[in-house]
C-alpha cells in the first residue's frame, strides 16, 4: 500500500502516537503546491494533494483516490479527513495510530503557509 515519495521541499513532521505527519510542498511533474502525508510506522497510508483545483485530492494507496468538491475549503476538509478516517485506515493495515485535533490542527495551519 506504499505510495511513491515524490520529491519534498519545506518538509516538517510530527510525531503522532504510532506514526508521523510530514508537511510538505511537491514540485515535480504532476504540479507544485501544498501536500500532507501520513505514515504508521514507516509506511505512508494517507497523501493530501492540495494544489490545482483539478488534482486535489486525499488518497488511500495508489489506486483509491477522493477528489474535493470544488468551491470547499480543501485544508479543512484534508484535516476533517485525517483527524476522522486516520484509525480506520491504520486498521486495514492492522497498524494503531491516533491522530489528535492538534495533530490534525497543526497539519492544516502548516500546510495553508506552503
Same mark, same amino acid.
Given at each position: 500500500?506504499?505510495?511513491?515519495?515524490? $520529491?519534498?521541499?519545506? *518538509?516538517?513532521?510530527? !510525531? =503522532?502516537?504510532?506514526? @508521523?505527519? /510530514?508537511?510538505?510542498?511537491?514540485?515535480?511533474?504532476l504540479g507544485?503546491? $501544498?501536500?500532507?502525508s *501520513?505514515?504508521?510506522? !514507516? =509506511?505512508?497510508?494517507? @497523501?493530501? /494533494?492540495l494544489?490545482?483545483p483539478?488534482?486535489?485530492?486525499?488518497a488511500?494507496?495508489?489506486?483509491?483516490?477522493?477528489?474535493?468538491?470544488?468551491?470547499l475549503d @480543501?485544508?479543512?476538509?484534508?484535516?476533517?479527513?485525517?483527524?476522522?478516517?486516520?484509525?480506520?485506515?491504520?486498521?486495514?493495515?492492522?497498524?494503531?495510530?491516533?491522530?489528535?485535533?492538534a495533530?490534525a490542527?497543526?497539519?492544516?495551519?502548516?500546510?495553508r503557509?506552503l
Open positions: 500500500m506504499a505510495m511513491k515519495a515524490w $520529491p519534498r521541499y519545506d *518538509l516538517q513532521t510530527r !510525531t =503522532v502516537a504510532g506514526g @508521523r505527519i /510530514d508537511v510538505y510542498r511537491r514540485d515535480d511533474r507544485t503546491g $501544498p501536500c500532507m *501520513l505514515y504508521a510506522g !514507516t =509506511v505512508e497510508i494517507m @497523501r493530501f /494533494d494544489f490545482d483539478a488534482h486535489e485530492h486525499w488511500v494507496g495508489k489506486k483509491t483516490r477522493m477528489y474535493y468538491p470544488e468551491g @480543501r485544508f479543512t476538509l484534508a484535516g476533517f479527513h485525517l483527524r476522522h478516517h486516520s484509525r480506520f485506515v491504520a486498521a486495514l493495515l492492522n497498524k494503531r495510530l491516533k491522530v489528535s485535533d495533530d490542527e497543526w497539519a492544516v495551519t502548516t500546510v503557509t
